[in-house]
């Protein structure tokens, strides 16, 4: 009786922890089946975000490839503006030559001018000393006389050549 009870005992023992495996086993199972889910889910949302930012990746990609076009249609712009300055600069500067050598020119026949009248006033103070004061006074009359036309002739050059140095940017004052 004694070992049958024994056995009973055990045997309850053994259904006791047989219930309690078959509870930690269901348990377990129920714990698996949520990390599964939660693992589902989170495969889920990783492949949520990484469409996302594949979407994001591929918009960014075809912005910056939007923005590259329009900085190079905009290089190009500017290229044409900076060669269209260049050939104007060159133009300017040859201008701005041209009015130097014309004015350089003029110079030259007014220096040139005035040393054929110096020559000329030689002559006429040199051969006649008994007359020398009549040939002064008859030299500053005309002079006088002539004096206002040169003034204003000069100063006509001068402004002309002051105008077209400062239409080529140039300072007249830096000559």
């Known amino acids: 009786m004694l070992e049958k009870e024994l056995l009973q005992d055990r045997l309850a023992l053994r259904r006791d922890e047989a219930h309690r495996a078959k509870a930690s086993a269901e348990e377990l199972k ?3 089946q949520g990390l599964e889910a939660e693992l ?9 975000i990484f469409s996302e930012m594949s979407r994001q990746c591929r918009s960014l990609q075809e912005e910056m490839e939007t923005r590259s076009r329009q900085l190079e249609q905009e290089v190009r712009g500017l290229q044409v503006q900076l060669e269209t300055c260049q050939r104007e600069a060159e133009a300017a500067q040859r201008e701005a030559k041209q009015a130097l050598s014309e004015r350089d020119q003029t110079l030259a026949q007014l220096r040139t001018h005035v040393a054929d009248m110096e020559a000329k006033y030689e002559e006429i103070l040199h051969p006649k000393a008994w007359c020398l004061q009549d040939s002064l006074d008859q030299l500053l009359a005309k002079l006088r006389a002539i004096k ?9 050059l001068q402004a002309r050549h002051k105008e077209q140095l400062c239409q080529f940017g140039l300072n007249p004052l830096d000559l």
């Open 30 to 32: 129920q714990r698996l």
């Open 40 to 48: 589902e889910g989170a495969r889920s949302e990783g492949k949520a």
């Open 148 to 156: 206002p036309q040169w003034d204003k002739a000069m100063l006509r």
